[in-house]
């Protein structure tokens, strides 16, 4: 079974580009999470989906940040325009709904974004 | 302030020997549940063991073994036997509350402690 997936690996982009960040879930977790780890320090929440829905995006930093799931499958996190603090790693993660509290999340390989 | 606090930025510990690795949490719910996620050089977080507020026992996974002192708000991580497979990033995370409508509420991270072992 494959596990999570993101796309691309690293992303080096010039202060005030675009880019979109890639999450493909493992198959029927309906549960989506994206987190980021600016170096240095701890991994944060950014937003959950549960399937296409958003359910808590408590976490997004700002509004240069959108991030959607259409079909409530992969999901896209777009950066734009991109700041130098927006550095760092992004981590997806996902699980399956109806799971207890204690279910964990599978997270990917994460991305790794530079603004240069 | 800080949820998860980990102490440790950096551990080094000799194969074959065990390593705790110290984790403190700070939550006013009841109900909380409490990870270990290891990451190696290769950067996928893997899910190492899990401890709930209201399980009596010690977690243990193979070599993994959780010191959860409820009163300190530690969860300590025990590694034993250590091997050079398990030097890499170990996080320590929380989630809080029991979820909404089958939906796990997010994971609240600790900085992260990196352990290498030497042969």
């Known amino acids: 079974e494959a596990g999570v997936t993101q796309f691309p690996s690293h992303s080096v982009i010039e202060k005030g580009q675009t880019v979109t960040l890639r999450c493909d879930p493992i198959?029927?977790?309906?549960?989506l999470y994206w987190y980021r780890r600016v170096m240095g320090k701890e991994i944060k929440f950014l937003l959950h989906?549960?399937?296409?829905?958003?359910?808590?995006e408590s976490g997004m930093p700002n509004n240069r940040f959108l991030a959607e799931r259409t079909g409530g499958t992969y999901s896209t996190l777009k950066v734009q325009p991109a700041e130098l603090e927006d550095s760092g790693v992004y981590f997806c993660?996902?699980?399956?709904?109806?799971?207890?509290?204690?279910?964990?999340?599978?997270f990917g390989s994460g991305t790794q974004l530079s603004v240069l | 302030a800080q949820k998860i606090t980990q102490t440790q930025p950096g551990m080094f510990v000799q194969e074959k020997e065990a390593v705790t690795l110290d984790c403190t949490y700070d939550?006013?719910?009841?109900?909380?549940?409490l990870f270990w996620y290891k990451q190696p050089s290769s950067g996928e977080m893997i899910f190492l063991i899990y401890?709930?507020?209201?399980?009596?026992q010690n977690a243990t996974e193979g070599r993994y073994s959780l010191n959860f002192q409820k009163a300190r708000k530690s969860a300590n991580l025990v590694i034993s036997a250590s091997q050079l497979g398990d030097s890499a990033m170990y996080f320590c995370?929380?989630?809080?509350?029991?979820?909404?409508?089958?939906?796990?509420?997010?994971?609240?991270f600790g900085k992260g402690t990196k352990l290498s072992v030497k042969p």
């Open positions: 993660a996902s699980s399956p709904l109806g799971g207890r509290n204690n279910e964990k999340l599978f």
């Open positions: 198959s029927g977790h309906d549960n």
């Open positions: 989906f549960v399937k296409e829905s958003k359910q808590d």
């Open positions: 939550t006013s719910d009841p109900s909380y549940g």
């Open positions: 401890q709930g507020s209201y399980d009596q």
């Open positions: 995370a929380m989630r809080e509350g029991r979820g909404y409508g089958g939906s796990q509420g997010n994971l609240i």
